[in-house]
């Protein structure tokens, strides 16, 4: 079956222009904002992806790949339809691209005399499903023709995956199913037959159960699979390791991925939640399973783990099962054996715990009750962590961006004294002396319900602090009141959606010099979630000169010095475009 192909407006494939089919040279290879990440040198899929020259884009199940330079001759190169993939996200490597997303296949189902119909009788749509894991490795080389070179398969979701080193490592979660033959997780892995999406080649087993690790004591019935997949070597065999246990959030450095898992226990003997984390080490594409260890409390994101100098550190909540107890925020420090070395316990009774950024030998934690307690922690002797100091402000951070070494970035809410939630909030913070953290500048924008995915998706901001740049998407609400009604409470009322464009610095602060939408009509009837409509922007990037925002609808090019637009490039002509919605942790 052949991938099909389209031309979309009214650029066509067999008249690129030599401007933009030209090969550049070293010194002519453009500068470009990567994907924003967790840590250094260890890539994160995204929804979108640049390698300067072309842009990576989904739109309308598609993988449309466009030429982004020079702005002014921008045109999709080539879409390809993915074929039933629902895509998820995305990894580049040179000239070899990884999709990662989803499909379903039915569940074989025996046939049996005593049932009154049989089962290879009913439409295909109408038997149970099971989902399945995807990753596609695409060769690139050609724009104008990407070809799909590996298709694997797992049985089961996708949690999450990384890349490092010519590598990617995915994570994958497996539901036992008790009433079924296949009781481990299994896959296909399509190299040769990589075009025919109804293969009747058969699912292996990804393990034999004694190949199998576990963590003592044993309290799920779901298995999760790691698995490493190379770029430049297509056919080199998967390598695999699976251990009996579910999978929260996973975090990982350029030796090693962190599996969290939040159990609840009894309820009866008030322990609350425990965290089990499982550890693996990844080189050159093998695999390993190395230890686990459990820790109390529940890991809020990622962003709560992080490994330096083979100590791992890792922020929980305990919330006692009785309710009367406070809840309290905990963090440990555990040595390559995951063996613990040190902890600062109690942080912030009664307050919940939003964020955490680990930067060097320092820890960054975000609270809230009434203000916003950050709190900065000394981690230099993993043995004696201590908390250095305190800054209470109003309002929350519900995500951590390192600015520099000495101050931080914080993306949340304003909540006044009294509860009220008054909009979106920035803030710089100093933390140049650690004893006395102090806040430089805030911005507030909105109301209520004014939102952006950055809130919750790193990988929605651009920040690039040499350029001064600091882009994100928001859905901005304002609050009306009825007036019919009087008594009744403001409710929010949608008018824009798009990128806020600031600049930041040091000494000014956050300074709007624009917003920017790909709606024909950036006003939106509040009944209508801005964030999920196919032209909300999604993600925003600059190369060389010219600042680029993507939705699933378009590019919108603008000139990065004064802003001025310099093109728009159609991605899709769908009257309706499914929204994406990006892998969770």
Same mark, same amino acid.
């Given at each position: 079956?052949?991938?099909?192909?389209?031309?979309?407006?009214?650029?066509?494939l067999?008249?690129?222009?030599?401007s933009?089919?030209?090969?550049?040279?070293?010194?002519t290879?453009?500068?470009?904002?990567?994907?924003?990440?967790?840590?250094?040198?260890?890539d994160?899929?995204?929804?979108?992806?640049?390698?300067?020259r072309?842009?990576?884009?989904?739109?309308?199940?598609h993988l449309t790949?466009?030429?982004?330079?020079?702005?002014?001759?921008a045109?999709v190169?080539?879409?390809?339809?993915l074929?039933?993939?629902?895509?998820?996200?995305?990894?580049?490597n040179?000239?070899?691209?990884?999709?990662?997303?989803e499909?379903?296949?039915?569940?074989?189902q025996?046939?049996?005399?005593?049932?009154?119909?049989?089962?290879?009788?009913?439409?295909p749509?109408?038997?149970?499903?099971?989902?399945?894991?995807?990753?596609?490795?695409?060769?690139?080389?050609?724009?104008?023709?990407?070809?799909?070179?590996?298709?694997?398969?797992?049985t089961?979701?996708?949690?999450?995956?990384r !890349?490092?080193?010519?590598?990617?490592y +995915? #994570?994958?979660?497996?539901? *036992?199913?008790?009433?079924e /033959?296949? &009781?481990?997780?299994?896959?296909?892995?399509?190299?040769?037959?990589?075009e025919?999406?109804?293969?009747?080649?058969?699912?292996?087993?990804?393990a034999?159960c004694?190949?199998?690790?576990y963590?003592?004591?044993?309290?799920?019935?779901?298995?999760?699979?790691?698995?490493?997949?190379?770029?430049?070597?297509?056919?080199r !065999?998967?390598?695999?390791?699976?251990? +009996? #246990?579910?999978g929260?959030? *996973?975090?990982?450095?350029? /030796?090693? &991925?962190?599996?969290?898992?939040?159990?609840?226990?009894?309820?009866s003997d008030?322990?609350?939640p425990?965290?089990?984390?499982?550890?693996?080490?990844?080189?050159?594409?093998?695999?390993?399973?190395?230890?686990?260890?459990?820790?109390?409390?529940?890991?809020?994101n990622?962003?709560?783990?992080?490994?330096?100098d083979?100590?791992?550190?890792?922020v929980?909540?305990?919330?006692p099962?009785?309710?009367?107890?406070?809840?309290?925020?905990? &963090?440990?420090?555990?040595?390559?054996?995951?063996?613990?070395?040190?902890?600062?316990?109690?942080?912030?009774p009664?307050?919940?715990?939003?964020?955490?950024?680990?930067?060097?030998d320092?820890?960054y934690?975000?609270?809230f009750?009434?203000?916003?307690?950050?709190?900065?922690?000394?981690?230099?002797d993993?043995?004696?962590?201590?908390?250095?100091g305190?800054?209470?402000?109003?309002?929350y951070?519900?995500?951590?961006?390192?600015?520099d070494?000495?101050?931080?970035?914080?993306i949340?809410?304003?909540i006044t004294?009294?509860?009220?939630d008054?909009g979106?909030?920035?803030a710089?913070?100093?933390?140049?002396?650690?004893?006395?953290?102090?806040?430089?500048h805030?911005?507030?924008?909105g109301?209520s319900?004014?939102?952006?995915p950055a809130?919750?998706?790193?990988?929605?901001?651009?920040?690039?602090?040499?350029?001064?740049?600091?882009?994100?998407?928001?859905?901005?609400?304002?609050t009306?009141?009825?007036q019919?009604?009087?008594?009744?409470?403001p409710?929010?009322?949608?008018?824009?959606?798009?990128?806020?464009?600031y600049?930041?610095?040091?000494?000014?602060?956050f300074?709007l010099?624009t917003q920017i939408?790909h709606?024909?009509?950036?006003?939106?009837?509040?009944s209508?979630?801005?964030?999920?409509?196919?032209?909300?922007?999604?993600?925003?990037?600059?190369?060389?000169d010219?600042?680029?925002?993507?939705?699933?609808r378009?590019i919108?090019?603008?000139?990065?010095?004064?802003?001025?637009?310099?093109?728009?490039?159609?991605?899709?002509r769908s009257?309706?475009?499914?929204?994406i919605?990006?892998?969770?942790?």
């Open positions: 079956q052949q991938i099909s192909k389209s031309t979309l407006g009214d650029y066509r067999d008249s690129m222009e030599s933009q089919a030209r090969e550049f040279s070293p010194s290879l453009p500068n470009y904002s990567p994907t924003n990440v967790q840590v250094e040198g260890v994160e899929g995204d929804l979108v992806k640049t390698d300067g072309f842009i990576y884009t989904f739109s309308d199940q790949i466009t030429a982004a330079t020079p702005p002014r001759d045109a190169i080539s879409s390809t339809d074929e039933g993939l629902q895509p998820r996200e995305m990894f580049l040179g000239e070899r691209l990884i999709i990662l997303g499909r379903s296949r039915p569940v074989p025996p046939w049996s005399p005593s049932r009154s119909l049989r089962m290879d009788w009913i439409e749509a109408m038997l149970p499903s099971q989902p399945l894991a995807i990753a596609e490795l695409w060769d690139v080389s050609d724009r104008a023709n990407p070809e799909r070179i590996r298709m694997t398969a797992w089961g979701s996708l949690i999450t995956a !890349a490092t080193k010519g590598f990617a +995915l #994570a994958i979660q497996t539901q *036992v199913n008790p009433n /033959q296949e &009781l481990v997780p299994m896959f296909r892995d399509q190299i040769q037959d990589v025919d999406l109804e293969s009747d080649r058969e699912f292996q087993p990804v034999t004694k190949d199998i690790s963590v003592d004591p044993i309290q799920s019935a779901t298995f999760v699979t790691v698995a490493s997949l190379s770029f430049d070597h297509p056919s !065999a998967l390598d695999q390791s699976v251990v +009996l #246990a579910r929260d959030m *996973v975090y990982a450095s350029p /030796q090693h &991925l962190y599996l969290a898992v939040t159990s609840y226990g009894d309820w008030n322990s609350g425990t965290t089990t984390l499982v550890k693996f080490s990844f080189d050159r594409g093998r695999v390993r399973a190395r230890g686990a260890a459990h820790v109390a409390g529940r890991t809020l990622q962003f709560s783990m992080d490994e330096r083979g100590v791992f550190r890792i929980t909540t305990r919330e099962h009785n309710g009367r107890d406070a809840r309290a925020t905990d &963090l440990y420090l555990l040595d390559d054996n995951l063996e613990r070395l040190g902890s600062v316990e109690n942080i912030a009664g307050e919940q715990f939003y964020a955490a950024r680990f930067f060097g320092r820890a934690l975000v609270t009750q009434v203000t916003d307690p950050l709190f900065v922690v000394d981690l230099s993993p043995k004696n962590p201590k908390i250095l305190e800054l209470e402000i109003p309002g951070s519900t995500y951590l961006q390192p600015y070494e000495t101050h931080l970035i914080g949340g809410r304003n004294s009294s509860g009220r008054q979106l909030k920035f710089l913070f100093d933390v140049a002396d650690p004893a006395h953290p102090k806040t430089l805030t911005e507030i924008i109301d319900s004014t939102t952006s809130l919750t998706d790193h990988k929605a901001l651009l920040f690039d602090r040499e350029k001064a740049l600091f882009i994100l998407p928001i859905s901005i609400q304002r009306t009141r009825t019919d009604i009087e008594p009744m409470p409710y929010p009322q949608a008018f824009f959606q798009g990128v806020a464009v600049r930041l610095t040091l000494e000014d602060g300074e010099r939408s709606a024909t009509d950036p006003s939106y009837p509040s209508y979630y801005p964030p999920k409509m196919p032209n909300a922007i999604q993600r925003s990037l600059w190369i060389d010219a600042l680029y925002t993507i939705s699933n378009q919108a090019i603008h000139d990065l010095e004064d802003l001025v637009e310099l093109k728009r490039v159609e991605l899709s009257a309706s475009i499914p929204y919605y990006p892998l969770g942790e």
